[in-house]
């Protein structure tokens, strides 16, 4: 069974940093890109940023470039987000999400989310 | 950026009734397109990829359709467990970007 699970999110100040983490299970890891998508509160889903399967290529939305750095380690089946400079429109459930072979660009598998809140 | 809009925003119907939902991207985009279904407090599930391909395990009543600029999401017979905010989703070029929701109710 194909798992996704989110952890590392929490409460954090404006100009801060977090670091979530996403553990995969039940598929071979290193097959597929992986992505984060986010959702405010009460809003619509955002994507975040992207990774191919090798962690050889990534992308990034304009809101989150320079700011945020995605990596995976496929020996440890682990993706993770470095998020640095926080501001408090970062404030948002945070998925990750299989993102097929290839960089597909569709989100097949999505874990529970994890709450970063960016506040003072 | 390819902005996409969906209408309705929110939609009320009946069970058993047929409910379609659009989706316009602002420029054209062949049929790189997804849609996901998302209740509350869940994580969103993927229903439909490349405008018209059903993922394994979603019901027949869900279809997709279009290409280019226009796309719909067809649920045939509303089911009560169908109650849930539906999303599209553009994977033509980056940044991928998704609608803003359709709300789904039943009447």
């Known amino acids: 069974e194909v798992q996704l699970v989110e952890s590392g999110g929490g409460l954090v100040q404006p100009g801060g940093s977090l670091r979530l983490s996403c553990a995969a299970s039940g598929f071979t890891f290193s097959s597929y890109s992986m992505s984060w998508v986010r959702q405010a509160p009460g809003k619509g889903l955002e994507w975040v940023s992207v990774?191919?399967?090798?962690?050889?290529?990534?992308h990034y939305a304009d809101s989150v470039k320079g700011r945020f750095t995605i990596s995976r380690d496929n020996s440890k089946n682990t993706l993770s987000l470095q998020m640095n400079s926080l501001r408090a429109d970062d404030t948002a459930v945070y998925y990750c999400?299989?993102?097929?072979?290839?960089?597909?660009?569709?989100?097949?598998?999505w874990g529970q989310g994890t709450l970063v809140t960016v506040s003072s | 950026d390819i902005q996409m809009t969906q209408s309705p925003s929110t939609l009320s119907a009946s069970v058993g009734d047929r409910v379609t939902i659009t989706c316009r991207a602002s420029?054209?985009?062949?049929?790189?397109l997804a849609w996901y279904q998302q209740k509350p407090g869940k994580a969103p599930k993927l229903l439909i990829y490349k405008a018209s391909s059903l993922e394994s395990g979603v019901p027949s009543r869900f279809s997709g359709s279009g290409s280019g600029t226009e796309f719909t999401l067809t649920i045939s017979s509303l089911q009560p467990d169908d109650i849930a905010t539906y999303y599209c989703q553009q994977y033509n070029s980056y940044p991928w970007t998704f609608g803003q929701g359709t709300k789904v109710e039943i009447k």
């Open positions: 999400a299989i993102t097929g072979i290839a960089l597909a660009g569709r989100f097949d598998h």
């Open positions: 990774i191919s399967g090798s962690g050889g290529i990534t």
């Open positions: 420029q054209s985009m062949s049929t790189w």
